[in-house]
């Protein structure tokens, strides 16, 4: 388990990790960002819609953390899930100046 990580600490272990454990809270897209196998649940309440949303897509989320365990099966699902997930594409710029240019001012 890692806290208080810096910024630089924190992206040099996701590239070496293997399957990322990690709440359902920004930390979490930054290891989709990084095309990394993830289980993810929370620990806090506003964490919760965006585990829902990762489970209604098929991730492995345990919900509440402090509640549940991860098994073998969910970390084989986590490895099989990973490889069909397409949400972080490295596009997002593209799409949001689209976005802007159909703005009407």
């Known amino acids: 388990?890692?806290?208080?990580?810096s910024e630089?600490?924190?992206i040099n272990l996701i590239v070496r990790t293997d399957l990322?454990?990690?709440?359902s809270s920004t930390i979490l897209f930054e290891v989709i960002a990084l095309h990394k196998p993830f289980i993810t649940g929370?620990?806090?309440k506003n964490q919760i819609e965006v585990a829902e949303y990762f489970r209604s897509n098929g991730a492995v989320v345990k919900g509440d953390f402090k509640k549940n365990r991860i098994t073998h099966e969910d970390i084989q699902t986590a490895y099989d899930f990973?490889?069909?997930f397409q949400q972080v594409?490295?596009?997002?710029?593209?799409?949001?100046l689209a976005a802007f240019k159909e703005l009407r001012i």
Do not use: C, K, W
């Open 1 to 5: 388990v890692f806290q208080n990580l």
């Open 8 to 10: 630089d600490e924190m």
């Open 89 to 96: 594409d490295g596009l997002s710029h593209q799409r949001i």
């Open 42 to 44: 929370y620990y806090a």
């Open 82 to 84: 990973n490889g069909t």
């Open 20 to 23: 990322a454990v990690v709440p």
